[in-house]
């Protein structure tokens, strides 16, 4: 029966954490898409709203596979010359490389009533985030291709020359690569496929919890997490 307990609580807490972390993460992204928000409006970016938030959101996710999805959705910016679209998601991510994502990632604490399986717990969440950070060192810019901006001509994964105004990845030590090309990539490998700098683009997990018994007879639930770098086997690489 204990052992029965034990594994309906792991599961149960293992979903709690689940829902913890993307509620986190949710909520950790509004300020970083206001901060971008607020800096294109500044900077007289020529975009209306409704354009400055589809691309303040899409560069605060991150999500490589709806760039194209997106700009095209996007008249006023797809009107501006190429070198201009450049120039602006060049300055916008410049500024969230080094202001918005350079502020310390922090421990976060947060007490919680939780019902796990008919239990009623009071829990305490740990939270510590070392993997934001990390994107500072790890920059890969979204950028339109313009010949004269690259130091590569080609994506060296697919052997494929980049077209002209389409949108590519430009990494920290300025080799550039399509989209899917370099995701697929990563997913295997911790480092430049050109130059072989190391490149930390994974997240990892680790979660913990401890339940303690009351004097009460109730019961506290402390629950650890920490995301960090993924940390590639060596032979990840060869
Ligand atoms: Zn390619
Ligand atoms: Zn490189």
Known sequence: MEATNAIVLRNCFNEVIKNYLNDFISKEIRPDIAKLERYLIDNNCELPNCEVKKLSNMLAIGQSNLVDIIIRTMSHFNSLPVDRQYSLMKMLQDFYFSSVLAEESLDHYIDVTMSADGFNFNGKFFYRDTFRHEKIKNMKYFLPYIE??????????????????????????????????????????????????????????????????KEDGSKLVLIYILTKPYQYELNDNI
Do not use: T
Request: hydrophobic content about 30%.
């Open 148 to 213: 004269d901006k690259f130091i590569n001509e080609e994506c060296c994964i697919c052997s494929k020359e980049f077209v002209q105004s389409s949108f590519i990845y430009e990494m920290v030590c300025r080799h550039a690569f399509h989209f899917k090309c370099l995701d697929m990539w990563l997913e295997n490998n911790g480092s430049c496929p050109y130059c072989r700098k190391d490149i930390v683009s994974k997240k990892a997990k680790d979660s913990n919890y401890f339940i303690e018994d």
